[in-house]
């Protein structure tokens, strides 16, 4: 059974960084995209940045263009996001996904997802 687990998740003062990870196990994800949304307290699940599987980065949520980072290393079967200049607005659960059938922007289609990890970013 495919499974994804995050980790590296924590408590953070504003303006620090955090790296966040996502292991796949049960099957390889090597050939499909992988992606972070998250999700805040009393709001929906939004996107977050995704990764086709060349390692290219397929977009960002406009909110953290130019501070996170999406990256995977296909070899470990794990993709990364790295946080940079957190705000306070930024807490949230963060989720891996992997594998999308349509539009990555939509919860709805992708495959696989993780438990989450909790980032909180105080100032």
């Known amino acids: 059974q495919a499974q994804l687990v995050e980790s590296g998740g924590g408590l953070v003062q504003a303006g620090g960084s955090l790296r966040l990870s996502c292991a796949a196990s049960?099957?390889?994800?090597?050939?499909?995209?992988m992606g972070w949304f998250r999700q805040a307290a009393g709001k929906e699940r939004e996107f977050v940045a995704a990764?086709?599987?060349?390692?290219?980065?397929?977009n960002y949520a406009d909110s953290v263009k130019g501070r996170f980072t999406i990256s995977r290393d296909n070899a470990k079967n794990t993709a990364f996001l790295q946080m940079n200049s957190l705000k306070p607005e930024d807490t949230a659960v963060y989720y891996c996904?992997?594998?999308?059938?349509?539009?990555?922007?939509?919860?709805?289609?992708?495959?696989?997802w993780g438990q989450g990890t909790q980032v909180t970013v105080v100032s």
């Open positions: 996904a992997a594998d999308p059938s349509g539009n990555y922007y939509y919860t709805s289609n992708w495959r696989s």
């Open positions: 049960g099957r390889t994800f090597r050939s499909v995209a």
């Open positions: 990764v086709w599987w060349t390692g290219n980065a397929l």
